[in-house]
């Protein structure tokens, strides 16, 4: 019998890396057994790892009974067409809002293996700023107070899945290198859905620098002459190209305060211990507790001029790169 297996994020908790992995390595997990549908969830295109858009499409008529339907039918004929194998699936989006009750009847036909990885609050909320919704949005403090609401409360994720996903079908696993099996996400990830070896596979590339990110943000951030919305990446491709090959920061720059840090640590407490008593009862705490050291916390004159370096350097990059393509330098 077909069965599933949903990588349903969270959203900047690894999903991209492992959505490549998949990606790079779709036909090596053949031999695992497992089958990957393209991004639309059919057997039809390349494979590329996710299937972001055809969630957003199941999702669009939520409240009506056509999204519930077209859920149970799409997963109906996947898994005719998949013959018996695991068929796996990858898309942040379906630990968004109430898309866990889109499975309500998948999961009653089908045997259904999800795993969700969640992610201390305070570093989730300064990633998801950084990535998504500084293009849209000017002000940092103001846009944390609203993402309060609705950003990684882990125990409503937990608990909505849970009754979907019977009989252990749920796997959450910590996004932190110090819980990853091996210290490394990929090989978590495939420890998660049952391969315990990984050595031949591709691994992929190394990080992207990311230690100038929130040096950059506050120059750009809610600029509509720069950003199209939350999903237009041309900016942040063209600082990767300009921060190629430059030396890393072992610190990573806070648009938090420690205090704030700290105060978005107490504002989940409760709904983090209800997850940890439910699922980790062993752990004292859920997720580690902050270690300021490891972040870069400065004044505004800090900024200030850690942003007037970016940009010289940029220029210089930019100029010197349109000289060995034969343009006249800046």
């Known amino acids: ?48 790892g996710h299937q972001v858009p055809a969630v957003r499409a199941l999702a669009e008529d939520f409240a009506s009974t056509k999204s519930f339907e ?123 859905i049952g391969i315990d070896d990984i050595g031949d596979y591709d691994l992929g590339g190394g990080a992207v620098n990311a230690s100038h990110s929130d040096i950059i943000t506050p120059l750009v951030a809610g600029n509509k002459a720069i950003f199209d919305g939350v999903h237009d990446n041309r900016f942040s491709h063209m600082i990767q190209e300009l921060l190629e090959g430059a030396p890393g920061n072992s610190k990573r720059v806070s648009l938090l305060t420690p205090g704030q840090r700290d105060s978005i640590v107490q504002f989940y407490r409760e709904g983090n211990n209800r997850v940890r008593r439910q699922l980790f009862p062993e752990r004292r705490r859920l997720f580690a507790p902050v270690d300021h050291s490891k972040y870069d916390y400065l004044s505004p004159e800090e900024m200030t001029q850690r942003q007037l370096r970016f940009l010289t350097e940029a220029l210089v990059k930019v100029g010197l790169t349109g000289e060995r393509a034969g343009q006249p330098s800046a």
């Open 1 to 48: 019998m077909t069965t599933f297996t949903l990588h349903i994020g969270a959203g900047k908790a690894g999903s991209t890396a492992i959505q490549g992995f998949i990606r790079r390595n779709h036909l090596r997990l053949a031999d695992h057994g497992f089958v990957v549908p393209d991004r639309n969830l059919a057997f039809e295109d390349a494979v590329s």
């Open 70 to 192: 077209r859920t149970t039918a799409t997963f109906t004929k996947l898994a005719d067409e998949a013959k018996g194998k695991k068929v796996l699936i990858s898309a942040e989006n379906l630990s968004n809002g109430g898309n866990a009750r889109l499975f309500e009847d998948v999961c009653q036909r089908y045997e259904m293996n999800i795993v969700l990885y969640i992610r201390r609050q305070d570093d989730l909320l300064s990633s998801a700023w950084q990535q998504w919704h500084s293009k849209v949005e000017e002000d940092f403090n103001a846009w944390i107070i609203r993402a309060l609401k609705s950003y990684g409360h882990w125990d409503k994720m937990v608990q909505a899945w849970s009754k979907v996903a019977t009989d252990g079908g749920l796997k959450v696993r910590i996004f932190a290198r110090s819980d990853f099996v091996g210290n490394d996400l990929l090989a978590d990830f495939a420890d998660a």
